[in-house]
């Protein structure tokens, strides 16, 4: 039979970027088909946030943690000022950033120690190179898993953009589409708060909860720019940045 790279036909191969796009897409598609059966878990629904944070001020990002020394209350840019609504999604973004950027760090220094559990290698040269040596295969089942937990979280903590009326007392002008309501948190809903804890480290006292939810917030912002630097390096000179801060 000739191979089907060989074949005349009147359509190509998908490429590769195609089939990322349509995997992370098709499981992204999933965030809105069946939110009602995803609650927000009874302890980890959002607490009231005008209480005194530990060494802040309770009217300081609208009494969100994350504020520490010594850059307390950090914000040149004033976007803490904005409405509760948009700091409340500000902080969503950051955190589920952050979250992302340590996972990245420890990605690019193991992988570029030879450390590949998902694919079987070998990968040369600096990480970001890596998408480029993988296969289709692996790329797809990521992007896949990638959309699954997006996926979830969207059903968790943002309000649904459809406006369904589960209440009959529900006022019409909540019903229908919104763009609007598709980039706003459920009232119940603390950023960043998934319920995903399955060593029960997360704290049931608000004291140690705020502690906690801070030390997390600090490793996210230094991850977001290790990651950064490091993919700047690497593009700069298309090395491991082992090997380039061992170079300098």
């Not at 009874?42 to 994350?66: C, E, K, M, Q, V």
Request: aromatic residues 8%.
């Amino acid at each position: 039979a000739t191979p089907w790279t060989t074949r005349k036909a009147p359509w190509t191969a998908p490429t590769e970027s195609a089939m990322l796009l349509a995997a992370a897409l098709g499981a992204s598609a999933l965030a809105f088909s069946c939110r009602t059966s995803v609650t927000v878990p009874a302890h980890r629904a959002a607490p009231a946030r005008n209480h005194i944070r530990a060494g802040g001020d309770s009217n300081f990002a609208y009494g969100l943690s994350g504020s520490s020394e010594p850059l307390s209350e950090f914000d040149p840019l004033g976007f803490t000022r904005s409405a509760e609504a948009e700091v409340r999604w500000y902080r969503e973004a950051e955190v589920t950033h952050g979250r992302v950027a340590m996972l990245a760090v420890v990605g690019m220094l193991t992988s570029e120690a030879g450390f590949h559990p998902f694919s079987e290698g070998p990968f040369a040269g600096a990480c970001i190179d890596y998408v480029e040596q993988a296969s289709p295969s692996l790329c797809a089942f990521l992007a896949i898993i990638s959309g699954v937990f997006e996926s979830y979280r969207v059903q968790i903590g943002i309000n649904d953009p459809r406006g369904i009326a589960t209440d009959p007392d529900t006022p019409e002008e909540a019903i229908g589409w919104s763009a609007e309501r598709a980039i706003t948190l459920r009232a119940d809903y603390e950023p960043g708060e998934l319920g995903f804890d399955p060593l029960g480290l997360f704290p049931a006292n608000l004291e140690d909860r705020e502690a906690i939810i801070t030390k997390e917030l600090n490793n996210g912002r230094l991850a977001m720019l290790a990651a950064a630097g490091i993919i700047a390096q690497e593009l700069v000179d298309r090395k491991p940045i082992v090997e380039s801060l061992l170079d300098h």
